[in-house]
T-cell receptor
Framework: NAGVIQTPRHKVTGKGQEATLWCEPI?????VFWYRQTIVQGLEFLTY????????DSGMPKERFSAQMPNQSHSTLKIQSTQPQDSAVYLC??????????FGEGSKLTVL | GDSVTQTEGQVTVSESKSLIINCTYS????????LFWYVRYPGEGLQLLLK?????QKGSSRGFEATYNKETTSFHLQKASVQESDSAVYYC??????????????FGKGTLLTVTP
């Protein structure tokens, strides 16, 4: 069991550029979650998919952020026109029907 | 909204000594949320340490314990004798278990535990 795989582990972008983060959930897990972690806000829920369908995106910023799950083996989080305040560690997690979340190691995004 | 408070950002404890990490919660959406402790060891992803879904019950794992106290809205993490391998960041969290939405975790800011030899 490889666990949840997130790539890249570190990404540095210039202000205004686009950043795409990838998540490969544990095989067989039906749900995928995205969280964001910053020093100030801590861990914040962003969005959630179940069986590839978007269920709840209430934590996603209304502009520039989007998430997709085109197939059961990966999900992406895209940030357009990145700003310095987007700098954070983005965590992906997956779960089966038991509800326990398994987290990846995270993708650290730095916007200069 | 819901919130979780961990009062200690960093804790240093000598090996074999006891540990307590404080956690209090406020759940505005439901009366009795599910409560969790997650841990992040160096170089690893965040993982579940223990959970309790019933008020008054105690959860335990790897020598750690936490009791769901609805009167004081607390879920403190305790261990009688820590080891160097327990050095990690510990997060208290809650989730709303109404309507099957047992997924949207609200986390505390985390407590960095350093165990010294």
């Amino acid at each position: 069991n490889a666990g949840v795989i997130q790539t890249p582990r570190h990404k540095v972008t210039g202000k205004g550029q686009e950043a795409t983060l990838w998540c490969e959930p544990i095989s067989g897990h039906s749900a995928v979650f995205w969280y964001r972690q910053t020093i100030v806000q801590g861990l914040e829920f962003l969005t959630y998919f179940r069986n590839q369908a978007p269920i709840d995106d209430s934590g996603m910023p209304k502009e520039r952020f989007s998430a997709q799950m085109p197939n059961q083996s990966h999900s992406t989080l895209k940030i357009q026109s990145t700003q310095p305040q987007d700098s954070a560690v983005y965590l992906c997690a997956s779960s089966s029907d038991t509800g326990q979340l398994y987290f990846g190691e995270g993708s650290k995004l730095t916007v200069l | 909204g819901d919130s979780v408070t961990q009062t200690e950002g960093q804790v240093t404890v000598s090996e074999s000594k006891s540990l307590i990490i404080n956690c209090t919660y406020s759940a505005t959406s439901i009366a009795y949320p599910n409560l969790f402790w997650y841990v992040r060891y160096p170089g690893e992803g965040l993982q579940l340490l223990l959970k309790v879904i019933t008020a008054g019950q105690k959860g335990s794992s790897r020598g750690f314990e936490a009791t769901y106290n609805k009167e004081t809205t607390s879920f403190h993490l305790q261990k009688a004798s820590v080891q160097e391998s327990d050095s990690a960041v510990y997060y208290c969290a809650l989730s709303d278990n109404s309507g099957g939405s047992n997924y949207k975790l609200t986390f505390g800011k985390g407590t960095l535990l350093t165990v010294t030899p």
